[in-house]
């Protein structure tokens, strides 16, 4: 099993550029969750999936972000104008519904934005 | 709404010696109760899980939970300390009620010293 796959690992960015970070999730699950690591606000979701639905988007920071899930087997992350204050590590999760399932995370992607 | 509280930012131990890393929990119904760890760099990576059952949790790398629901805490705990063990741990709690949300406690560093 390949597990959860991000790209880029790695991506540095002047302000004011389009940012999209992809993700694949685990094959067989349903749920997928767009999660922010900083130093300053720890672990935060921005939002998750349900069967390629978004059911709670609560946490996207503002406007500049929109994720998408088109199918069962890929999700986007976008950033658009990216700015300084969204450098953080960005990871991907998914998981199943059968049952308590645990969270699968990909290794995430690092964002730098200057 | 569910929430997950780690008292702790940091803990220090020193190799060989037992650990504890603490986590308590407010649910409203159920809980699933989760443990993960994260070293640099990397996505964070399943530890164990409580559903059901016995109150003692095995995980992975030979840590263990016990799970407490009247002072509703989940501690994560080993019997021996090793310096491969310092990371980041964070205790995460799944409320299927709330949509298979994951919430995540804020992390606890742990230090094993040599």
């Known amino acids: 099993d390949a597990g959860v796959i991000q790209s880029p690992r790695h991506e540095v960015t002047e302000m004011g550029q389009e940012v999209t970070l992809r993700c694949k999730p685990i094959?067989?699950?349903?749920?997928l969750f767009w999660y922010r690591q900083t130093m300053m606000r720890g672990l935060e979701l921005l939002i998750y999936?349900?069967?390629?639905?978004?059911?709670?988007d609560s946490g996207m920071p503002e406007d500049r972000f929109s994720a998408k899930m088109p199918n069962a087997s890929f999700s986007t992350l976008k950033i658009q104008p990216s700015e300084p204050r969204d450098s953080a590590v960005y990871f991907c999760?998914?998981?199943?519904?059968?049952?308590?399932?645990?969270?699968?995370f990909g290794e995430g992607s690092r964002l730098t934005v200057l | 709404a569910q929430s997950v509280a780690q008292p702790e930012d940091q803990v220090n131990v020193a190799e060989g010696n037992p650990l504890t890393v603490k986590c308590t929990y407010s649910?409203?119904?159920?809980?699933?109760l989760f443990w993960y760890v994260q070293y640099p760099n990397r996505g964070l990576q399943f530890l164990l899980k409580?559903?059901?059952?016995?109150?003692l949790v095995k995980g992975s790398y030979g840590f263990e939970a016990e799970f407490n629901k009247s002072q509703t805490s989940f501690h994560l705990k080993k019997p021996s300390a090793l310096v491969s063990d310092s990371a980041l741990y964070f205790c995460?709690?799944?409320?299927?009620?709330?949509?298979?949300?994951?919430?995540f406690g804020p992390g606890t560093r742990l230090s094993v010293l040599p």
């Open positions: 999760a998914s998981s199943s519904d059968s049952g308590v399932e645990e969270l699968f």
């Open positions: 094959s067989g699950h349903n749920s």
């Open positions: 995460a709690v799944r409320d299927i009620n709330y949509g298979q949300n994951f919430v």
């Open positions: 409580y559903i059901t059952g016995d109150n």
């Open positions: 999936f349900n069967n390629n639905v978004p059911i709670d």
């Open positions: 649910v409203s119904g159920n809980p699933y």
